[in-house]
């Protein structure tokens, strides 16, 4: 689907959180008073909450921590950032922002998941089966329903990734890229995805996924480590949250995400999504900003008949 570094990062979601004893009030649009510059501002996680603050003028987006009057942001280096907060006003070096709207920029709903549903529609959590896009592999957002893997006490799938291209008037052409085999335990939690490329000669790749309890800790890899907070948010040698790539504002039809779109953002949406007659999760289009010549990029599945995927297939269409 959209590619990651094609996008400007956004906002979050989810209401005032409490940070210890106190609930800090400060998500919304926060303006300067001449309207030039202005400020987004989320909050979220229940265990190491976290303020995250997209700045349009810088085009950053950066999350910070409160620490009495002051919003703390630390750099790779360990280095600081800080931006003052006196509940009515955010400064930041010599520019002062005042609230012009206490909404949320993005929305929160979230969407209860049945055993019968193989994907998670929550957009609660950061791992969440469809956020935003589907992907494909394991190091990104693609988390079967635990409950759905439970209750068909399945301990193992395997689906193929496909990629197909086509373009004006030629046939279709197209690959198959590798499989995915997902390892269960009973509780249906992931405990290995094997990555088997279709190649002759390229080498299995093998995540492990390791828990504290329920809890998603360390998703581990040759060469890749991602280390998660109870929120299952990623996090950094310093347990601070990562910063996501993108959060969307979603459109519900029938308590199933119909689009997403990025906050403030005017237009059609990046993400359209379709169901089957069995109210499954059947294709997700969208519009490739990052490849002007492509007119749709499209994510099809396959499921067998217990409901589980068994096919993936990417189609990028070109002019």
Known sequence: MISKCSLTTLLLIISAVSFGQNKVDIEGVWKTQDQKDSLLVSVSGQSNPSVFVYFPGKAKFLPFTVNGNELVHFEPDASKMTLSFDGKTITDGGKKYSRVTSESPVNSKTVTVSADDFFDYSTSNYYAGINFYLSSHPGLPFVPNPAFIAKRKMKEIKIEKLFLRASGSAEPSGQKEYDLVYNFNA?????????????????????????????????????????????????????????????????????????????????????????????????????????????????????????????????????
């Open 187 to 319: 509780t249906g939690q992931i405990t290995t995805v094997q990555v088997i490329p279709s190649g002759v000669g390229q080498e299995t790749d093998t995540w492990t996924y390791s828990y504290n309890g329920d809890k998603l800790q360390k998703i581990s890899s040759p060469g890749r480590v991602l280390q998660f907070d109870n929120d299952n948010w990623e996090v950094d040698a310093r347990q601070q949250k990562k910063v996501p790539f993108i959060f969307p504002m979603w459109q519900y039809s029938n308590n199933r995400p119909a689009t997403a779109t990025l906050p403030y953002m005017t237009g059609v949406p990046l993400n359209e999504y379709a169901y089957n007659g069995a109210n499954q999760l059947e294709k997700i289009c969208s519009k490739d900003v990052s490849e002007p010549n492509i007119l749709q990029h499209c994510t099809k599945i396959d499921y067998d008949k217990n409901g589980a995927p068994i096919r993936i297939t990417e189609i990028k269409i070109s002019k």
